[in-house]
């Protein structure tokens, strides 16, 4: 069945420097839906990016990710980091327009400091 | 703006008794409604489509006699967790989708689930 795989548990970054939270996929699916949503703590998740397009780039609040079909991945990028970004991180993965029987990855907690 | 509500936020039950959980969507029609389950230390797995005038979808592992979903309307979907044991712990999210916006689902704030 579909799959995602992330960067694995907690990344820490020091406020200032670059954001990449790795997602990769496997889907039967030729033309899949990639989102990714934050959850900041008790809060439930928002979408933050989503994308359908191959090889377009797709830009919200700073976070930008490109859907590379060719290496079945969508990494999660920012040029800097912010102490309110600290959240955690999820990759999910339709492979249907509806987008609604999403597959999500594991979660990436991001942490960021001073 | 379309927003999601979720009842109760936090519910406590006893072994092998049931529980009853809420989804509302507010400010928009949920053609469909899906629910998923965050076990603990785990991602987000989904229980169940429910989409109006369709019969619901059960994923792999989950059943409708252990998850009894009703979905009436375009705005209130509602499932149980029957005889809820200890691996049924968990937040159970509900995902609304609106009508006519085929990639945007809205998510609740879940409902935590403990079982005791």
């Known amino acids: 069945g579909d799959s995602v795989t992330q960067t694995e548990g907690l990344v820490t970054l020091t406020e200032g420097l670059p954001v990449m939270l790795n997602c990769t996929y496997q889907t039967i699916y030729s033309n899949p839906f990639l989102f990714w949503y934050v959850q900041h703590l008790n809060e439930s998740p928002r979408l933050l990016l989503k994308?359908?397009?191959?090889?377009k780039r797709t830009e919200h609040q700073g976070f930008h990710a490109t859907l590379h079909k060719s290496s079945s991945s969508f990494h999660l990028q920012k040029s800097s980091a912010q102490l309110s970004d600290s959240a955690l991180y999820y990759c999910?993965?339709?492979?249907?327009?509806?987008?609604?029987?999403?597959?999500f990855g594991q979660g990436t907690i991001l942490k960021v400091y001073l | 703006g379309a927003l999601v509500y979720q009842y109760p936020r936090r519910t406590i039950c006893k072994s092998g008794t049931s529980m009853r959980m809420e989804c509302q969507a507010v400010g928009f029609q949920a053609t469909s409604v899906a629910w998923y389950r965050q076990s603990p230390q785990k991602t987000f797995e989904l229980i169940a489509l429910?989409?109006?005038?369709?019969?619901?979808?059960?994923e792999q592992n989950f059943t409708q006699e252990k998850f009894p979903i009703s979905h009436p309307n375009l705005s209130f979907s509602s499932m149980t967790v029957l005889n809820a044991y200890l691996e049924d712990r968990g937040l159970y999210l509900c995902g609304a989708r609106e009508r006519g916006r085929q990639d945007t689902q809205y998510f609740g704030p879940g409902t935590r689930l403990l079982v005791l």
């Open positions: 999910a993965l339709s492979g249907t327009s509806s987008g609604q029987k999403l597959v």
């Open positions: 994308s359908f397009t191959d090889n």
């Open positions: 429910s989409t109006v005038n369709s019969a619901i979808k059960y």
